[in-house]
């Protein structure tokens, strides 16, 4: 499903034609579904909060269905009483945590009249804030093409993988860190002229504390990128070790030849490989 700010009536029609029908992560709506009365709102907070503690998704507010298939778009809403503004705060005040990275689109419903417009509220899945409360003090999950009460077993859950993904970020991110010094440190050496005399402290890359200690808290991270810092690490110590021990009679002095500056290059990518890995991880927190 494509990202709410590409939605346009177009689109919609182009819902109703191939009957794509409501899911888990898709919920139709008559507009009339926004009135600001307190029942709405607090209708709309359980929509959106089960949505965000399950994976996430869409609801579009001015569609008709049948039997969860979209069958046309309705009256609409007037964009003048019901405002993108009231919406987006309806929900950011009637859920706890709040649920970040909502997208709000409003479609313009040229058909229906020149203020009558439909909207759609993207809802990203929760991850370390999980889970969010709806404003009746509930929690909410998607079950049945419906927002229902979540099993108390499923709120324990919840709020266990909230905890480890924190734990997941949090080690993602120092890692990170710790990986943007090595990138910068490499580029640093990789512009030093070959065969220019430099002491060998200069051209070591120290490996942090920070660095080598990563091994508890990285467990959460995958496998794979595990084995990657390991790889890493062990690359930079043969790069130290041979850099301490060239050049002897040099005594102080050490110098980067043409296949040293081959070693750094390989660090640099691998160092560069595990950087990506960890943007991903990173790039998913809302």
Not at 85 to 96: A, D, F, G, P, Y
Not at 212 to 239: M, Y
Not at 259 to 266: A, G, H, I, M, V
């Amino acid at each position: 499903m494509r990202d709410a700010q590409e939605w346009d009536d177009a689109f919609l029609l182009q819902l109703i034609a191939v009957g794509e029908q409501e899911s888990l992560t898709l919920d139709y709506k008559a507009s009339a579904a926004l009135a600001k009365t307190d029942l709405k709102k607090k209708d709309i907070s359980k929509d959106v909060s089960a949505f965000a503690n399950s994976a996430g998704g869409f609801l579009v507010y001015g569609m008709l269905e049948n039997k969860h298939i979209p069958t046309s778009i309705d009256v609409g809403a007037d964009r003048n009483v019901i405002t993108k503004e009231w919406l987006e705060s309806v929900i950011k005040s009637t859920i706890q945590p709040t649920v970040e990275g909502i997208v709000i689109k409003s479609i313009q419903l040229p058909s229906k009249g020149p203020d009558k417009v439909c909207y759609v509220v993207q809802i990203p899945q929760a991850t370390s804030r999980a889970p969010h409360q709806a404003s009746d003090y509930r929690y909410y999950k998607r079950f049945n093409f419906e927002s229902a009460p979540m099993e108390d077993y499923e709120v324990r859950d919840l709020v266990r993988r909230s905890i480890e993904y924190g734990k997941k970020y949090a080690a993602a991110w120092n890692l990170e860190v710790e990986i943007n010094r090595l990138t910068g440190a490499i580029t640093e050496r990789v512009q030093i002229g070959n065969g220019v005399d430099l002491p060998r402290a200069r051209l070591m890359i120290p490996v942090s504390d920070g660095l080598r200690s990563s091994g508890n808290s990285i467990v959460v991270l995958p496998k794979a990128l595990r084995e990657k810092v390991t790889g890493l690490i062990a690359r930079l110590d043969r790069f130290n070790s041979v850099i301490e021990t060239t050049d002897p009679g040099q005594r102080e002095n050490a110098r980067l030849n043409v296949e040293r500056k081959t070693d750094l290059t390989q660090v640099f990518l691998m160092a560069c490989d595990i950087s990506t890995a960890l943007e991903a991880i990173l790039d998913a927190e809302p």
